[in-house]
């Protein structure tokens, strides 16, 4: 799990690091690397390919956690409080009273931290999207306070970048940078996250692949792998999809029979505080002048969106059938070439 940016910010008003100098990905560079979407397309089309944030896959997660501090430590004042109230019937004496007071000072921070990390998961927006849009070669970020951050997509510096020295988790960032061309202003995260071994950077390089084809060579060379798509453009998602999106997180992960089990009933766990995060959660809207920008053509045979269970479904299916358009086949092993 992998919440940096959600909570905190981005390292910015900085130039590049070392290792992000090394690892530097170029728009016009093509990398021998199978493409991959990585369960992160809402909707694609001719014009414009939009993804979900990288957190949207553990969301309800901090809920979860955050709750069940807020409760235990309400329970355990409430418990104190109880116990000074039954103890003396002449009612609360001073070393009570010393007590509460300890643990309200004590407990009131921890609340309102928990509070704090509480609203960067529930009462924020169901998800942050991001637009690519290939027609104007535009990058639209839907930042976590609701505004938007419009880039081009030539002048976008885009990195895999160091973001959690605990867990050493690696993300693809996009840099705005200065007129300096030196410091960079803001960052935004592509949709997946993975740890910085070799197998865990060929996987970011891969959906780093699967955006860049998009973008310089248009939808054809990527949509025939897409088989899901997001259904939670306009909408939020279904309770059971929530439970599929978080029992997906570990899917495919090489990890011990034991530890597999503990993550499945830890996010069987996480379920009712996701559907917590959503209700409470607003739904993302794009500016007027970005949708008009981009609007989806009438029979474009590449317009794919999600059905309520995820499935890839065409919006056009007589202009796709006609031009060829369908699912292909699942994405390669990101590991492998191509050509």
Same mark, same amino acid.
């Given at each position: 799990?992998?919440?940096?940016?959600?909570?905190?910010?981005?390292?910015?008003?900085?130039? &590049?690091?070392?290792? $992000?100098?090394?690892?530097?990905?170029?728009?016009?560079?093509?990398?021998?690397?199978? /493409?991959?979407?990585?369960?992160?397309?809402?909707?694609?089309?001719?014009?414009?390919?939009?993804?979900?944030?990288?957190?949207?896959?553990?969301?309800?997660?901090?809920?979860?956690?955050?709750?069940?501090?807020?409760?235990? &430590?309400?329970?355990?004042?409430?418990?104190?409080?109880?116990?000074?109230?039954?103890?003396?019937?002449?009612?609360?004496?001073?070393?009570?009273?010393?007590?509460?007071?300890?643990?309200?000072?004590?407990?009131?921070?921890?609340?309102?931290?928990?509070?704090?990390? &509480?609203?960067? =998961?529930?009462?924020?927006?169901?998800?942050?999207?991001?637009?690519?849009?290939?027609?104007?070669?535009?990058?639209?970020?839907?930042?976590?306070?609701?505004?938007?951050?419009?880039?081009?997509?030539?002048?976008?510096?885009?990195?895999?970048?160091?973001?959690?020295?605990?867990?050493?988790?690696?993300?693809?960032?996009?840099?705005?940078?200065?007129?300096?061309?030196?410091?960079?202003?803001?960052?935004?995260?592509?949709?997946?996250?993975?740890?910085?071994?070799?197998?865990?950077?060929?996987?970011?390089?891969?959906?780093? $692949?699967?955006?860049?084809?998009?973008?310089?060579?248009?939808?054809?060379?990527?949509?025939?792998?897409?088989?899901?798509?997001?259904?939670?453009?306009?909408?939020? $998602?279904? /309770?059971?999809?929530?439970?599929?999106?978080?029992?997906?997180? =570990?899917?495919?992960?090489?990890?011990?029979?034991?530890?597999?089990?503990?993550?499945?009933?830890?996010?069987?766990?996480?379920?009712?505080?996701?559907?917590?995060?959503?209700?409470?959660?607003?739904?993302?809207?794009?500016?007027?002048?970005?949708?008009?920008?981009?609007?989806?053509?009438?029979?474009?045979?590449?317009?794919?969106?999600?059905?309520?269970?995820?499935?890839?479904?065409?919006?056009?299916?007589?202009?796709?059938?006609?031009?060829?358009?369908?699912?292909?086949?699942? /994405?390669?092993?990101?590991?492998? /070439?191509?050509?």
């Amino acid at each position: 799990m992998d919440f940096a940016g959600l909570i905190g910010k981005f390292r910015v008003n900085r130039p &590049l690091t070392e290792q $992000e100098q090394q690892h530097r990905l170029h728009q016009k560079q093509h990398l021998d690397i199978a /493409p991959h979407y990585q369960m992160s397309v809402i909707e694609m089309n001719a014009n414009y390919l939009e993804s979900v944030d990288k957190w949207y896959g553990d969301k309800g997660t901090i809920t979860a956690v955050t709750l069940t501090i807020i409760g235990m &430590l309400v329970a355990l004042f409430a418990g104190l409080l109880h116990n000074a109230l039954t103890r003396d019937t002449a009612g609360i004496n001073g070393n009570d009273l010393g007590i509460l007071i300890f643990a309200a000072v004590l407990f009131c921070p921890l609340i309102a931290l928990a509070v704090w990390n &509480l609203s960067k =998961d529930a009462f924020s927006y169901t998800h942050y999207p991001l637009r690519f849009d290939r027609t104007r070669r535009m990058v639209h970020v839907f930042r976590k306070d609701g505004s938007v951050l419009s880039l081009p997509w030539d002048r976008i510096v885009f990195t895999m970048s160091a973001v959690d020295h605990v867990h050493k988790y690696v993300n693809i960032l996009g840099h705005a940078m200065a007129d300096d061309n030196v410091t960079i202003k803001e960052s935004f995260a592509l949709s997946v996250s993975s740890v910085g071994t070799p197998d865990g950077l060929a996987v970011l390089r891969s959906h780093w $692949e699967f955006v860049r084809r998009f973008m310089e060579d248009g939808p054809a060379a990527v949509t025939g792998q897409v088989q899901f798509c997001l259904p939670i453009k306009a909408r939020r $998602e279904s /309770p059971w999809f929530g439970v599929q999106r978080l029992m997906a997180n =570990d899917a495919g992960t090489p990890v011990m029979f034991p530890l597999r089990v503990f993550n499945a009933a830890f996010s069987a766990l996480v379920v009712p505080f996701r559907w917590i995060a959503m209700r409470t959660s607003k739904l993302p809207r794009w500016p007027t002048n970005i949708e008009a920008a981009s609007p989806i053509q009438d029979g474009d045979p590449y317009a794919i969106a999600g059905a309520a269970n995820g499935d890839r479904i065409s919006l056009f299916p007589a202009a796709a059938d006609a031009a060829g358009v369908r699912f292909t086949g699942p /994405p390669g092993n990101p590991l492998a /070439p191509t050509a």
